[in-house]
């Protein structure tokens, strides 16, 4: 079995795609840091970009010094590094007594890695100029893969939704069918993307199921399916809450999926074990209803206010009911604020390593909040409870 240094000898070269330290022990203020090669006065480098709050910042060095700086933060500051590589992928997990566990995966070469200059123009996972058969149906592209100026926003949002999803390539399995599902797909563009992304461009070998209540949404998404070859990705009629079709998944992707709609589906991706939760939550109505403390009546009297509060309140927490399930969780901005004011993205990554829900409960009775994930999650818990005994 390989040591540290020995795995990051082997990890850290020119087929490096990219890789992410995660699960900080917060002693430096900094979340996370993802790393990608660069090519910087000729030589190949590799910048560090540390999130730190809403700041991101950025380092960068050479071989040598890029493995000694990772193996000073396992030590110290974090508790997972992540890595992508062109043939081999791997992680490295430390427990709370500073254990490290190295898991290594080799595989068949599925891209060249390109290296970009330091000094680069924005690169976008689809590129503009090479034409995508869904996109020209939406009218972002046409058909010679230009992107249509009125649509650009569009187009960036679907590369935006698209980087997420390469953050946590690292997690889903390159040996099996990955199995992913969608609740709530509505018009489905950034499911096709996920689809055309994972399965066309990097060849994961992925099912995508599909779940909305509106039948001729899913009659038409089935129908491009088909016409554009795409013989694992399903649309299907049906409630988030009462769907059964699967007993495990991989990821479970939730997109504006309305009011508690988002809660059962976080609920359920909690009960099937995903390793990846992917929510942009939408029109939060619960806790707004429910919200009652003296102390913020001066703020809670203005309508506008109360509304935002409730929302932002909502996802965080959602958020950390999922990290007392075992998930890391971040709220990340999706897009921009003057296009939608429904531009949270909830990403929850599963470690098995519980945080503690007791600040969190003391706010929801302070506030008089009743949120239904945690109702969900407290009926999930006990049923298992009660199937042990």
Not at 115 to 144: C, S, T, W
Not at 321 to 328: A, F, N, P, Q, R
């Amino acid at each position: 079995m390989k040591n540290l240094r020995e795995y990051l000898e082997e990890q850290i070269n020119e087929n490096l795609i990219q890789a992410v330290l995660s699960a900080s022990r917060n002693k430096n203020g900094i979340s996370k840091v993802k790393i990608r090669p660069i090519r910087l006065k000729g030589q190949i480098c590799y910048q560090a970009s540390a999130t730190e709050g809403t700041k991101v910042l950025h380092k960068n060095y050479e071989r040598m010094q890029l493995i000694e700086y990772l193996e000073a933060e396992l030590a110290e500051n974090f508790g997972q590094f992540q890595a992508q590589g062109a043939m081999t992928d791997g992680v490295v997990l430390v427990s709370k007594k500073g254990k490290m566990t190295i898991k290594q995966k080799h595989h068949a070469p599925v891209e060249k890695v390109q290296i970009q200059a330091h000094n680069r123009v924005k690169q976008y996972i689809l590129k503009e100029g090479v034409p995508v058969p869904f996109l020209i149906d939406l009218g972002v592209m046409n058909d010679q893969g230009k992107i249509v100026h009125a649509r650009y926003d569009k187009f960036r949002q679907i590369n935006r939704f698209l980087e997420f999803i390469e953050d946590i390539l690292p997690r889903l399995s390159r040996e099996r069918e990955v199995t992913i599902l969608d609740f709530g797909c509505g018009k489905s563009y950034l499911t096709f993307a996920m689809y055309y992304y994972l399965r066309e461009l990097k060849g994961y070998d992925v099912n995508i199921i599909d779940l909305d209540l509106k039948t001729d949404v899913i009659e038409k998404c089935n129908s491009l399916a088909l016409r554009y070859g795409y013989e694992k990705l399903h649309f299907y009629h049906g409630d988030i809450a009462d769907y059964e079709g699967v007993s495990s998944v991989d990821m479970v992707v939730t997109l504006h999926a309305c009011d508690t709609a988002t809660d059962y589906a976080l609920a359920k991706a909690v009960e099937w074990g995903a390793e990846v939760i992917l929510s942009v939550p939408c029109c939060q109505h619960e806790v707004n209803k429910q919200i009652r403390n003296e102390m913020l009546e001066s703020v809670l009297r203005y309508g506008i206010l109360k509304e935002r509060m409730s929302a932002l309140i909502t996802d965080a927490v959602r958020a950390n009911l999922l990290g007392s399930k075992g998930y890391e969780t971040q709220i990340l901005e999706f897009i921009d604020m003057e296009h939608t004011p429904k531009n949270l993205l909830i990403r929850a990554v599963k470690t098995g390593k519980k945080s503690d829900i007791a600040s969190t409960q003391d706010m929801l009775a302070a506030l008089n909040i009743h949120p239904t994930l945690a109702r969900l999650l407290n009926e999930d818990q006990k049923e298992q409870q009660g199937g042990r005994q």
